[in-house]
């Protein structure tokens, strides 16, 4: 299926999220779509997934003129988009969740439907458990759960936004031979990224836009620094730690074990300093994601003693934990760190809480325009959050952190951003590093905690099986040891 876009536009009030853009998609083939965070990326491919209206413009499909303004419309098409942010219904399990939505969930009998998923599943490398709710996945499972879903709705132009977030480099090559045994039956594929070795493995063209338009196409072969030029203007620097030396003891786990993701937490004990930065590394779910919430005093420990600034904190609420300083950061941006529908002024304004004379909207307002122009949002203060890229979403959420944080803990902090947003991210948080916050990080991107982290925990089937030094090791070694062969 060919797909033509024509004379694209999106306002998002002042923003100009699409300015004019021009795209053509051959049938059988893999487009990639890259760009930084707020270059329009994502605003694009909602429009011709039908999540998003366009302001103006033209879409032609196999030369015909079309128009819809919904999910369901574009499905009808053959049109499937895998979001960033997953969509699914948490209380199902994984197999009501693949039913959902399929015209035949009400014809064939689950044990057909368990099938398929299963098969689809091994094809793709993903290991779903049918049976567990969507609500107890990773945000990386839920990817997958819904990319095979779309598979089986016999989706004939597949946008996938960030895939290879969250899932193992295995994982990642089995998607990738299955995306292009799509592509060699027929379909088209859309591929948006801001990982510049997936994009150059996997397609067969090129697009990149910036500030809304298109910058430039390109075929293979890819030139990289071609296309950070396409990106950026310059090739943007990368995010180096500065080096600060730790101070004293801000995080002291000792012997903690607790249940909680796919394998809970064993017999940890960890002591972290002032200032450092510590990353986390391991698959989604081995560890990493219970021992955040436990520092952060979202998850209670069953047996040990949990320490913030030498004061025994275990067993205490996630309030005593803030009120010691301590700040916590989830991965799921849209969905446990900020609220969909409400604007960036409404965000600061509960913030802010009601007072004594009620919510002070002026305050609010002025709060926001401070918030936007600091940490460098692409929006204004009436923008929905949802309205935002992932980037912008991320510097919105930073935002919010306290301003001198005795331990921030962060869950993929950088998550589906491009490396511009990378590096503004790290230069900020290497800033609250340097006047002494302590800050922990997980990370499915091991050069990125090679980087930037003074020390790197692995984490395996709920425990700590490697404390190293980012000097005293590498990529390799790190994969390794994340595979459990250490």
Same mark, same amino acid.
């Given at each position: ?7 694209? =536009?999106? =306002? ?209 072969? /890819? ?79 069953? *047996? ?11 067993? *205490? ?57 600091? /940490? ?55 800033? =609250? ?25 692995? /984490? ?27």
């Amino acid at each position: 299926m060919s797909i033509e876009l024509l004379d694209i =536009h999106k =306002h998002f009030g002042a923003v100009r999220a699409n300015n004019g853009i021009d795209l053509t998609l051959r049938p059988g083939t893999i487009h990639g779509i890259l760009g930084e965070n707020g270059a329009g990326k994502s605003t694009l491919m909602k429009i011709l997934a039908g999540f998003i209206a366009k302001t103006s413009g033209r879409i032609f499909m196999d030369g015909r003129e079309v128009d819809f303004a919904t999910p369901a419309q574009a499905s009808a098409l053959g049109i499937g988009m895998l979001y960033q942010d997953p969509l699914d219904f948490p209380p199902l399990t994984v197999l009501e969740n693949f039913m959902a939505g399929q015209a035949s969930a009400g014809t064939q009998d689950r044990r057909t439907h368990r099938a398929r998923l299963e098969g689809l599943c091994a094809d793709l490398g993903f290991d779903l458990d049918p049976d567990v709710p969507a609500g107890r996945l990773t945000v990386g499972e839920r990817q997958q759960l819904e990319l095979v879903r779309l598979l089986a709705s016999g989706t004939r132009v597949l946008i996938l936004d960030e895939p290879t977030t969250g899932i193992s480099a295995l994982q990642k090559d089995l998607l990738f031979s299955g995306l292009k045994r799509l592509a060699r039956e027929g379909r088209s594929v859309i591929l948006v990224s801001h990982k510049l070795e997936d994009i150059e493995a996997l397609c067969d063209e090129i697009t990149v836009l910036r500030e809304g338009m298109v910058s430039d196409t390109m075929d293979p072969p /890819f030139v990289t620094g071609e296309l950070l030029a396409m990106m950026f203007g310059v090739e943007p620097a990368r995010a180096i730690r500065s080096g600060h030396e730790p101070g004293a003891q801000t995080l002291h786990l000792d012997a903690v074990t607790a249940t909680g993701g796919r394998t809970g937490l064993k017999e940890c004990t960890v002591n972290v300093s002032r200032g450092e930065v510590v990353g986390l590394a391991g698959l989604e779910g081995s560890g990493q994601d219970v021992f955040l919430r436990i520092s952060a005093g979202l998850v209670r420990p069953a *047996r040990g003693r949990v320490h913030i600034c030498r004061k025994d904190m275990t067993g *205490r609420d996630y309030h005593a934990f803030r009120a010691l300083g301590v700040a916590f950061q989830p991965a799921s941006r849209l969905e446990e760190g900020l609220i969909r529908g409400l604007t960036v002024t409404e965000h600061c304004a509960l913030e802010a809480g009601g007072g004594t004379f009620g919510v002070q909207w002026d305050a609010a307002e002025l709060k926001a325009h401070d918030r936007i122009r600091a /940490f460098q949002v692409t929006g204004t203060p009436g923008s929905t959050v949802e309205s935002l890229s992932g980037g912008n979403q991320q510097r919105l959420l930073l935002s919010f952190l306290p301003d001198e944080p005795e331990l921030l803990l962060l869950e993929n902090p950088t998550r589906g951003l491009d490396m511009e947003s990378v590096h503004w991210v790290w230069q900020y948080l290497d800033a =609250h590093a340097s006047r002494g916050t302590a800050i922990v990080f997980s990370s499915s991107e091991l050069d990125e905690i090679l980087m930037v982290a003074d020390r790197v925990l692995v /984490f395996f089937d709920g425990r700590i099986i490697a404390d190293e030094r980012p000097e005293d090791t590498d990529a390799l070694e790190l994969g390794r040891a994340i595979a459990g062969k250490v």
